[in-house]
């Protein structure tokens, strides 16, 4: 028997940064001397001061994002020769359900202010807003990516995060109900948990 589902699949051809319902960006781009600095001071205050992150962790179609300081690459030896970098380099990877356009959208609409402090450190940034200069920055330092797996393509986060919850509920709905005899006690105890539960589903 066949799945009617149509295939979430890419094309052949198509972007790999693209994997059923979730999309995948890595950007990289040149920081200005002395910034980096400044920027351990931005990702540390993001890290403990968690009213910063209220705004960021309200787009609940991202899967993940994170910002690196990258300062040189290691040395694997013959042929790879030594490298010094001219500059230090903020590196950026995301994953998110929706597209790319909309992804930049929100970034350029909720959290601008989050958005310039990470990226003015770079050469050339010009501002979350307007969002179209802000899209032709990222897409200039955009990677491209060969490989991208999720582990749930069918799945957006909200589906996620429900299923998660409806497991720990039901948990603890068998250990409630693991004494129970009486059908009609079971039955309005199952009542009971499936209306706690039926946002969730």
């Not at 002395?34 to 920027?39: A, M, P």
């Not at 040189?72 to 010094?84: H, L």
């Not at 940034?125 to 307007?130: S, V």
């Amino acid at each position: 028997m066949t799945s009617s589902r149509p295939s979430l699949d890419p094309p052949p051809g198509a972007s790999r940064a693209i994997d059923g319902r979730a999309t995948a960006i890595t950007a990289l781009t040149p920081m200005k001397p002395g910034w980096s600095t400044v920027e351990r001071v931005v990702f540390f205050l993001a890290e403990h001061v968690k009213i910063l992150n209220k705004a960021l962790g309200e787009l609940s179609f991202i899967h993940y994002a994170r910002w690196t300081i990258i300062t040189g690459f290691p040395n694997n030896g013959p042929p790879q020769q030594d490298e010094k970098l001219h500059y230090d380099y903020l590196f950026f990877e995301t994953n998110f359900n929706g597209t790319w356009d909309e992804y930049i959208d929100a970034f350029s609409e909720v959290v601008p202010q989050r958005m310039q402090a990470v990226w003015g450190s770079s050469f050339g940034f010009p501002g979350p807003r307007p969002v179209g200069p802000f899209k032709d920055y990222i897409h200039a330092n955009d990677l491209p990516i060969a490989h991208y797996y999720g582990a749930y393509p069918d799945a957006t986060t909200k589906m996620v995060v429900s299923a998660l919850s409806v497991r720990d509920r039901f948990e603890a709905f068998q250990a409630e109900v693991a004494g129970i005899e009486d059908a009609d006690e079971f039955r309005a105890a199952y009542n009971t948990f499936l209306t706690d539960v039926q946002h969730e589903l």
